[in-house]
């Protein structure tokens, strides 16, 4: 099955001799975090493992379980897989709302959800392509509004509901009939990694023979506490380049922002996308293998040694001090306050976390 994509509308950049039209608004698609509990060791509620043989179930409050095993609920699903490693990815939050009366919850083929989430993939899965056979589905998703207003524990609820509900049973039909014993990744962003979470407390608890097939979950652009890892021994977070049966995770951010970043929460963990390491110890942008950005005409394409990086133990992101915040997060009403990088946590460090995926890979094997 082919896999079609669209472009996403995106700010341009100011890299040396490149220009910014006059009167371009910044335009990136807004993946708007969602803050929770659920990396935070609250209590998950468990979704329900459905049959990967029988994928449609019972109505999880936003309409059945979406049936994997029709093609057209897959954003990605190769005829062929020829490389000996899976990912299986989640795309960050792409629905909003058409009205205040419209659902919270995104139906699966809701078209600007499907849209978003084919912008995301172009942007972030596209970099797993070069060392895995990459699979994606579509999953039914909250409106970030709506999921910013959920206090703690109901936001919980609401991510256990739908999202997750889907994908585990995506999840489990891909198992059963795509993977084929293969060892595989998980890879998320914002919504999709919140989602990853639960996944990972949830489904891969219960199947340890699938846990131990996985290399390395990265559920980037949503917080990872030690309280989740508490909560759920068999997980454990990444603290070098090579380690396996790990979650990386990390949210960028500029030196300083303009408010109050959503989706970080107390005692968030981060590791460096370039040194892979976890000590404060800064990254120059010369060490970057490299980030997937758009040029002045809106064409996605490497630009080398353009982000530096540093873990910030206290604030438990990233800082990149290099990137210009007027560009690239210069703030927005009803979104992220100014230089807060979550939309390009990927784009970012984009070649830097293909190398660890690969070098991962290698040590899994």
């Excluded at 070098?240 to 408010?259: F, L, Q």
């Excluded at 133990?313 to 979550?342: C, E, I, N």
Aim: with cysteine; proline share 9%; aromatic share 10%.
């Amino acid at each position: 099955m082919s896999r079609q994509l669209r472009s996403p509308v995106v700010t341009r950049p100011r890299f040396p001799g490149w220009t910014r039209p006059t009167g371009v608004v910044v335009g990136m698609m807004i993946t708007l975090g969602l803050t929770g509990a659920a990396c935070t060791g609250a209590p998950v509620a468990p979704a329900p493992s459905p049959s990967a043989s029988s994928p449609v179930g019972p109505a999880s409050g936003a309409g059945p379980v979406t049936d994997y095993s029709q093609p057209g609920s897959w954003l990605a699903l190769p005829t062929t897989r020829p490389l000996p490693i899976d990912v299986f990815y989640l795309y960050p939050t792409a629905y909003q709302k058409a009205g205040p009366d419209a659902s919270d919850t995104a139906a699966v083929t809701d078209a600007g959800m499907r849209a978003g989430a084919q912008a995301a993939y172009a942007r972030q899965a596209s970099l797993f392509e070069a060392v895995a056979n990459v699979v994606a589905p579509y999953y039914r998703q909250l409106d970030a509004t709506y999921a910013l207003r959920l206090p703690p524990d109901a936001h919980v609820a609401a991510i256990a509901g739908a999202p997750t509900i889907d994908a585990t049973a995506a999840f489990a039909w891909y198992l059963e009939h795509v993977n084929g014993g293969r060892p595989f990744i998980l890879a998320g962003h914002s919504q999709g990694s919140d989602v990853l979470c639960h996944l990972l407390a949830g489904y891969l608890r219960e199947h340890p023979d699938a846990y131990a097939r996985m290399v390395a979950a990265y559920a980037v652009g949503y917080s990872v506490t030690p309280a989740f890892l508490a909560a759920n021994a068999h997980l454990r977070f990444a603290e070098r380049a090579d380690d396996t049966g790990v979650i990386v995770s990390y949210n960028t951010e500029a030196p300083t922002i303009g408010g109050v970043n959503p989706v970080m929460l107390a005692g968030a963990l981060a590791i460096n996308p370039i040194t892979w390491t976890r000590a404060e110890r800064p990254a120059a942008a010369s060490a970057s293998l490299g980030s997937w950005l758009p040029d002045s005409a809106g064409a996605y394409r490497r630009v080398d040694h353009y982000a530096d990086a540093r873990v910030d133990l206290a604030r438990g992101v990233v800082v990149a001090s290099t990137p210009d915040v007027s560009t690239w997060a210069p703030g927005k009403p009803g979104g992220f306050p100014a230089g807060v990088y979550h939309s390009l946590d990927y784009s970012f460090y984009y070649f830097d976390l293909q190398a660890n995926a690969k070098a991962r890979i290698a040590a899994y094997r």
